[in-house]
Nanobody
Framework: VQLQASGGGLVQAGGSLTLSCAAS????????IGWFRQAPGKDREFVAA????????DYADSVKGRFTISRDNAENSVYLQMNSLKPQDTAVYYC??????????????????WGQGTQVTVSS
């Protein structure tokens, strides 16, 4: 499966952005989707994940209450609505997929497929 992340940009602190992750290829398989981010000089970190059915979601503590992950399986897309953005949210955001599971995962090494990343910059 191929993943295409989009929707990044420059926004002021307190603003909002919605990231999209479009899947193509073997989209009939079951995939959980995760969003990760990586800031310059830092390790890639977990942001949010959603199960294949959409019934399970998980968030990093740093974004809980501000970010919302959702999916539209008919459109083969997953979204990350980001509100109340902070300068520390600045990073390249990646979407990723893991096949054959109904669970969600926080560990990056468990994900089989990765998109190319989209830059989010939050100015203070």
């Amino acid at each position: 499966v191929q993943l295409q992340a989009s929707g990044g940009g420059l926004v002021q602190a307190g603003g909002s952005l919605t990231l999209s992750c479009a899947a193509s290829g073997r989209t009939n398989d079951i995939y959980a989707i995760g969003w990760f981010r990586q800031a310059p000089g830092k390790d890639r970190e977990f942001v949010a994940a959603i199960s294949a059915s959409g019934g399970l979601v998980d968030y990093a503590d740093s974004v809980k209450g501000r970010f919302t992950i959702s999916r539209d399986n008919a459109e083969n897309s997953v979204y990350l609505q980001m509100n109340s953005l902070k300068p520390q949210d600045t990073a390249v955001y990646y979407c990723s997929a893991v096949a054959g599971t109904m669970a969600t995962y926080r560990r990056a090494y468990l994900y089989h497929y990765w998109g190319q990343g989209t830059q989010v910059t939050v100015s203070s």
